[in-house]
């Protein structure tokens, strides 16, 4: 009987919030601009929405919406949202700022842009109970330090009393979280939360946000373009494009039986378990989103879609359709009861052969980088420390050769490409480049060749070009330093070649940086990079900042270019997906050293090294069929300046009991082979290292029509 009542409860349940036919516009010197038109969506008490697409489709836009938080510009132009029955839109500005931060929270992607830097953060989160609890100082400093212990914080006491600069990246993220939930909200907004931090970092923020919903019954809209992400937190997704819903329903109607074209488009940009990179290519989505003004008729997903039928996908504006069989679940496409969902795109990539590795092009024995610090860097005086960034590393990297460098933010992964680049010299050990030994020479001390031979493929392409200059002259500059060309028509020539290169129209080179969208201006990065036919390539997170559909692009730019030069790739990256797709091996930082390497299918079998065993588990995989093991690391990478005895990971590793006489506290491991180059780190015995299980699984076949 409990159990019926239980039921019809949930039944009768009212929505946490009803967004219906909402209209988002801003208004600018330009005139209007529509960001989004005609969304709906539903969010039900306890449920979780995540809402997925590209960058400029509106979907951060709606977060703000609901906060109403548009600033002078933006103004919601049609529809309504509904919050508990309430439409949002006749309340008044008293009954919106009641309801903001107290019943309704945000979570924002930069928890900086959260936090007052001058304030300490016990002060900061006691401002929550005390302007909307109405409660006293001692109570309100109760219910912070119980929030901090929820969110899962070390040490709550300390945390209180510090500073958010004190604090690491996933450290203030949770602090931003316990601030939002600290007034027991009903409905949670969280905007790109975790894209700015490490995997394993992410993987503890995702664990914890589920398990808060669960405790405070919080309902949740989760804004990513991380399509694993929505899958592990969210109970349904909306797939936005363009300013509108595309696509609407339960996680794994739509992870299975996707109904729309631009949300296989993003499936199939990205590297889900069993993509090969000979085998099966990544199918970037043509084309780029329009400008809100240049909306064309009918779908506005119609010119990048292979499905596109003129007279019919074009005539008249798109509703959403209710897909059969399947509640809740909606398409704005006319022809997806008609469309081969198998079928590829025309002029999709076939499968190719794979290439074979030369001989090795560049070394690394034994290098170490130290940095010598004062107290006082700028004045003097205190007692010096050492910061060991690197610690002994030791890997090769052959010709036409992709070596993944992973591991979280402060392993040496930089400090590594710096000293390869020549930025910075290494403290002891080599680097080979060709037999010629470079790791004492500073880039200023590098004669032109070797300059040319060692390029970098940057993270952020936005500060790599001159706003001032066109990309074509940028380019030109860069062959005049590498001494190519005799004359400025061979390197004009040389220059529109690289263009052809990269895919871009010959057009672009008289085009401005600002001109370009963000993976355009990637391409002019690689470009350059390849421009002085560089026998290795560093590409530092080359990818990280670009949307799915254009990351594909450039991914498969960067291996053609690859086979075509027969250049070494170092990928420095810590997404281990795209790592799985690209690499053919795999070197595992931590805390400055290589704990773990070998090719790409060891790395992602076991057995593992306890690091890479949680890296892997950390993974957001896109696929229902998957099964993950959840393996979440307590407490952050220790300082480089003060790094533990023994085994760097001791501090954080869950298989350290199993090792006897305390021994990963006081000895460094041997780095051992396992057999067929596969190294390791680690005092377990190959025994132990025998009972590990895969972390990653297949539960059954996805349906994926």
Known sequence: MKQAVEATNVANARPIIEIENLSISFFTKRGEMPAVTDFSCTVMPGEAMGIVGESGCGKSTVSLGIMRDLSNVGKIVGGRIRFKGRDMGEMNEEELRSIRGNEIAMIYQEPTSSLNPAMKVGEQLMEVPLTHGKTSKEEAYKRALEMVHAVRLPDPDRIMRAYPHQLSGGQQQRIVIAMALLSNPALLLLDEPTTALDVTVEAGIVELVKGLGKKFGTSMIFVSHNLGLILETCDRITVMYSGEAVETGKIKDVFDRMRHPYTQGL????????????????????????????????????????????????????????????????????????????????????????????????????????????????????????????????????????????????????????????????????????????????????????????????????????????????????????????????????????????????????????????????????????????????????????????QAAVIELLMDIQRQNKTTMLFISHDLSVVHYIADRVVVMYLGHIVEQGTTDQIFSPPYHPYTEALLSAIPIADTSVAKKRIVLEGDIPSAMNPPTGCPFQTRCRWKKLVPENRCDRELPPFRDLGNNHGILCWLDDEQLATQEPVVSFTGPAVRS
């Not at 009861?337 to 690394?364: M, Q, R, S, T």
């Not at 007692?383 to 030791?394: F, G, L, S, Y």
């Not at 400025?488 to 263009?499: A, F, I, S």
């Open 267 to 550: 499936f199939r940009s990205i590297p889900l378990p069993g993509a090969d990179k000979n085998e099966r290519p990544l199918v970037a989505i043509p084309g780029q989103l329009p400008l809100p003004q240049e909306r064309p008729k009918g779908c506005n997903f119609g010119p990048r879609c292979h499905h596109f039928v003129k007279g019919l996908c074009d005539a008249d504006e798109i509703p959403m359709i209710q897909v059969e069989g399947q509640e809740g679940h909606f398409s704005r496409c006319v022809r997806f009861n008609e469309v081969d969902w198998n079928a590829l795109p025309p002029g999709a990539k076939v499968a190719k052969e794979p290439v074979k590795p030369g001989a090795p092009v560049l070394k690394v024995d034994r290098l170490k980088k130290y940095y010598h610090l004062g107290a006082n860097v700028i004045y003097g005086g205190g007692e010096k420390c050492t910061v060991k960034a690197i610690e002994e590393i030791t890997f090769e990297a052959c010709e036409s050769e992709t070596v993944a460098i992973v591991g979280e933010s402060g392993c040496g992964k930089s400090t590594l490409a710096k000293v390869l680049l020549g930025l910075q010299t290494a403290t002891s050990g080599k680097v080979s480049l060709d037999n010629a030994e470079i790791q004492s020479r500073h880039v200023e001390d590098r004669d032109t060749e070797v300059v040319s031979s060692i390029q970098m493929v940057f993270q952020n392409p936005f500060d790599t070009l001159n706003p001032s200059h066109s990309v074509g002259s940028q380019i030109i500059r860069t062959l005049e330093k590498f001494q190519i060309g005799n004359t400025v028509e061979e390197r004009r020539q040389r220059m529109l070649e690289l263009l052809d290169l990269v895919k871009l129209p010959r057009a672009f080179a008289g085009r401005k940086p600002k001109q370009l969208s963000g993976g355009q201006k990637q391409r002019i990065g690689i470009a350059r990079a390849f421009a002085g036919r560089s026998k290795v390539v560093v590409a530092d997170e080359p990818v990280s900042a670009l949307d799915v559909s254009v």
